[in-house]
Nanobody, 124 residues
């Protein structure tokens, strides 16, 4: 199983980034997908998740209204569109895949497979 994130970079506060995560080696449309992030000196935290069909999405309160998670099961790819970025959004962003029922997990322990991460840096 391989999850490869891309799309990170440096952006000014108020700007946008779109992260992508391409999955291979697993039946993608059987898996819920999640995005997590980890800032220096902090624990990894939940950002957003989406169920297998894309019909259910979940967000951390800190990103609700600014981030949008989506998936394309034909391309085995999950995305997170990040708008109105703040310096506190600076982190390494990880995508993860986990088997779930109709929904998606909100905890790192709900996910079996992880990508290597992509750095997103928001300057003030």
């Amino acid at each position: 199983v391989q999850l490869v994130e891309s799309g990170g970079g440096l952006v000014q506060a108020g700007g946008s980034l779109r992260l992508s995560c391409a999955a291979s080696g697993l039946p993608f449309n059987n898996y819920a997908m999640g995005w997590f992030r980890q800032a220096p000196g902090k624990e990894r935290e939940f950002v957003a998740a989406i169920n297998w069909s894309g019909g259910r999405t979940y967000y951390a309160d800190s990103v609700k209204g600014r981030f949008t998670i989506s998936r394309d099961n034909r391309k085995n790819t999950v995305y997170v569109q990040m708008n109105s970025l703040k310096p506190e959004d600076t982190a390494v962003y990880y995508c993860a895949a986990g088997r779930a029922g109709p929904g998606a997990g909100l905890s790192a322990s709900d996910y079996e497979h992880w990508g290597q991460g992509t750095q997103a840096t928001v300057s003030s």
